[in-house]
């Protein structure tokens, strides 16, 4: 999961108070990321987990200033 590296909750363990950091702090993570991942539809869960991995590592690749992590 991609998460930035102030936010103090893991999003795996306490999605809502992980999301309202993010959003009260601008980053908008959840959304960057569905910007990027485009998943269909009809995709399979696999398919779904490859594109949004993929997306993630995308994010990560483009993130010169260290904001981003995954955990």
């Known amino acids: 999961m ?15 108070k992980w ?3 993010d ?5 908008y993570t959840a959304e960057y990321l569905a910007r990027l991942a485009q998943v269909p539809d009809d995709a399979d869960d696999a398919t779904v ?4 991995d993929q997306a993630q590592q995308e994010i990560m690749n483009a993130d010169t200033l260290g904001i981003y992590k995954i955990v």
């Open 49 to 52: 987990n490859a594109i949004i």
């Open 19 to 21: 999301m309202n950091w």
């Open 23 to 27: 959003h009260d702090h601008e980053y």
């Open 2 to 16: 991609l998460t930035t590296v102030d936010n103090p909750y893991d999003p795996n363990q306490d999605y809502d």
